[in-house]
């Protein structure tokens, strides 16, 4: 089945909803200047009180960060017993082997406003060293000044191209409207959403659990269904129940 990876959780209340929706994996930012960072203080809080709610369904939990001194995300992983970290700036490999911890998923940008071709070298050579390094490739929307959750997509026809030799998660722009198509279209190991799961800035519970539920549907080789149709779903098991 696809992996699926939510990111940028503020509150333990929508990271439950994820839990209980099914996600493998639940992703807190500590970019510092990203809108949705959280300070040490605030994570800790919030992965005791998850922790204590999930038990033995607790997610991998993933820090996000962003070309920061390695020193500083050593004292995250070890504080709070991170599973993973997801790297989005231009941290090379050299850099992901001084962290000391067994998953690394490495982001690779894809700028919308640039021709793939002038791209290509950079990806294909971008992927090929963390995928030896066996890193877990990351492929979102680039954007000048930002570090993903922009709610911005790339052309998926490129996306699919490098599945097809590249085991990747696709981030940028995914919604509970458009992830199922994106599953059947490119076929990745894994998708990645974080702003696409909010209403208003705010991390939105029913589009977390249709948002699953469209992935889910797309592994079961159901056709398109978007958003209402996911509730139109969770409602009916509800009534049936």
Known sequence: MTHIKLCGFQTAEPVMAVIEAGADAVGLVFVPSARRCLALDDARRLVSEVRAQAGDRMPELVGLFAD???????????????DAVQLCGAEDVAYASKLGVPVVYKVIGIDPEVPIGAQMPRVMVLQHRHQLAGHRIVIDTKVVGEYGGTGRTFDWEIAAELARGLQLSLAGGLNPDNVGGAVRAVKPWGVDASSGVETDG????????????????????EGNGGLMAGVARLFGRKAKA
């Open 202 to 221: 705010v991390k939105d519970i029913e589009k977390v659990r249709v948002f699953v539920e469209a992935v889910r549907g797309a592994d079961r080789g």
């Open 68 to 82: 920061q001194p390695v020193e500083d995300v050593r004292r995250h992983i070890e504080e709070l017993k991170l």
